[in-house]
């Protein structure tokens, strides 16, 4: 959209170069201090850290940056946890520089920020109107990064358990299903924190599409190209004078062109270009 492309002229030295490096940093900070004292890392995240909507509105505000301390695949067990969250760190580093490298560093830097502006958004609206404390983590936020490049790249592969390869399109479309499922037997709550979570993937790619393509003048301007790009059967000719009648096979030394005057795709060999009458409105006006 025209918008957005001047937003992105006038504010794209302010964006952050490498930004998944610095969000993987915050990961792996967390991640240490999980291993060192896992108790400890639950009360400080749970209690200071995490998006809560109760804490932000009385003032907590630091809580919109420092829920991103936690790290990715976090599961029950303290082993899992560690091995899964370091190969983890590693994976969405590469997806998300991967995603900076074709979007260019400002629109990632916009795709990372409203996919934060959106988590916090869902946990606002979860205490204001269904008067809910939810604990948001990262969860979201790292789904939206790997749906995007599921998009770009459906075909790549990755390999399940270490040693089945399943391709992105099919593990993106295994973690919809599950969305699916809790929007559909979900509460109110679920569906609000899914819908409002992950809405910056399609918000994103509709702001950044360029829908100038799907107008009909570009759009016949395309098929017109096509139609004359195409290879023509023999005997068959592009160009035509509308004057003389003759033809790109009439002699190689021929050049043919259109008159910017006359109404109408009217074509003209060299002879005839300044000398026809040009036509307007079916009838012909002085000499050219």
Same mark, same amino acid.
């Given at each position: 959209m025209k918008f957005f492309y001047d937003f992105e002229r006038k504010y794209n030295r302010y964006a952050i170069p490498n930004l998944m490096y610095y969000i993987v940093i915050l990961y792996a900070v967390g991640l240490a201090v999980y291993v060192v004292n896992p108790v400890m890392y639950w009360n400080i995240y749970s209690g200071y850290l995490c998006l809560d909507g109760r804490a932000i509105l009385h003032g907590q505000v630091w809580r919109l940056v420092?829920?991103?301390?936690?790290?990715?695949?976090?599961?029950?067990?303290?082993?899992?946890?560690?091995?899964?969250?370091?190969?983890?760190?590693?994976?969405?580093?590469?997806?998300?520089?991967?995603?900076?490298?074709?979007?260019? !560093?400002?629109?990632?830097?916009?795709?990372?920020?409203?996919?934060?502006?959106?988590?916090?958004? $869902?946990?606002?609206?979860?205490?204001?109107?269904?008067?809910?404390?939810?604990?948001?983590?990262?969860?979201?936020?790292? !789904? !939206?990064?790997?749906?995007?490049?599921?998009?770009?790249?459906?075909?790549?592969?990755?390999?399940?358990?270490?040693?089945?390869?399943?391709?992105?399109?099919?593990? $993106?479309?295994?973690?919809? $299903?599950?969305?699916?499922?809790?929007?559909?037997?979900?509460?109110?709550?679920?569906?609000c924190e899914l819908i409002v979570s992950l809405a910056n993937v399609l918000?994103?790619?509709?702001?950044?599409?360029?829908?100038?393509?799907? $107008?009909?003048?570009?759009i016949h301007r395309k098929n017109k190209f096509k139609k004359e790009s195409k290879i023509l059967p023999k005997g068959s000719t592009r160009h035509r004078c509308a004057v003389c009648g003759r033809t790109e096979l009439d002699g190689d030394d021929l050049e043919f062109r259109y008159c910017s005057k006359c109404e109408g795709s009217y074509e003209y060999c060299q002879d005839h270009l300044y000398t026809h009458k040009h036509v307007v409105k079916d009838k012909e006006e002085g000499q050219g």
């Open positions: 420092t829920f991103l301390i936690f790290p990715p695949s976090f599961g029950s067990f303290r082993f899992t946890s560690v091995f899964f969250g370091i190969i983890a760190l590693f994976m969405y580093h590469s997806l998300g520089q991967t995603l900076e490298n074709i979007w260019g !560093s400002f629109r990632f830097n916009v795709f990372f920020f409203m996919g934060m502006l959106a988590q916090a958004l $869902a946990c606002l609206l979860g205490y204001v109107i269904f008067r809910q404390d939810w604990m948001l983590t990262t969860g979201f936020l790292n !789904s !939206s990064i790997f749906l995007a490049f599921a998009m770009y790249f459906p075909d790549a592969q990755f390999l399940l358990f270490f040693v089945l390869p399943v391709k992105a399109k099919w593990l $993106a479309v295994a973690e919809c $299903a599950v969305y699916l499922y809790s929007f559909v037997f979900g509460g109110m709550a679920d569906r918000v994103f790619f509709l702001i950044t599409r360029n829908y100038k393509r799907y $107008a009909p003048k570009e």
